[in-house]
């Protein structure tokens, strides 16, 4: 079942860019009352300080720690292999773990879902 969405989430929705400035921020170690009054001066949009808070503790922090978490299991990965350009080959397996995390996330449409408006031909079998 899908979590919720937060109020950062459904404001980005409204505001394009505004989860990825309030991501910024937080990784800039920026207080919740900075990016309360960059928001609000740059979206418009009243984002409580307890909002972002809730958000940091719940999406934000998760993600930050899963991402440190992949990045030290390839590192010790390669150091018992003994590989030299640990950061190219760590980037690259960052970028390999992110295109299939995006192929494991669920479909609205399932990809053997017959098509509605496809008319069936009389001479398939």
């Known amino acids: 079942m899908?979590?919720?969405?937060?109020?950062?989430?459904k404001w980005d929705r409204v505001h394009p860019g505004?989860?990825?400035?309030?991501?910024?921020?937080?990784?800039?170690?920026?207080?919740?009352?900075?990016?309360?009054?960059?928001?609000r001066e740059r979206y418009g949009v009243s984002i409580s300080e307890r909002t972002i808070r809730k958000y940091k503790?719940?999406?934000?922090?998760?993600s930050a720690l899963r991402v440190e978490r992949y990045a030290e299991i390839?590192?010790?990965?390669?150091?018992?292999?003994g590989k030299e350009n640990t950061e190219k080959l760590i980037f690259e397996q960052f970028l390999n773990r992110a295109i299939?995390?995006?192929r494991d996330r669920p479909r609205l449409v399932p990809r053997t879902a017959p098509?509605?408006?496809k008319e069936e031909s009389p001479y398939e079998g």
């Open 57 to 62: 503790r719940g999406r934000w922090l998760p």
């Open 100 to 102: 299939e995390a995006s």
């Open 74 to 81: 390839v590192k010790g990965i390669l150091k018992a292999l």
């Open 115 to 117: 098509n509605p408006h």
């Open 18 to 39: 505004l989860r990825a400035e309030v991501d910024g921020m937080l990784a800039q170690r920026c207080p919740s009352g900075e990016i309360h009054e960059a928001i």
């Open 2 to 9: 899908p979590s919720r969405q937060t109020a950062v989430e």
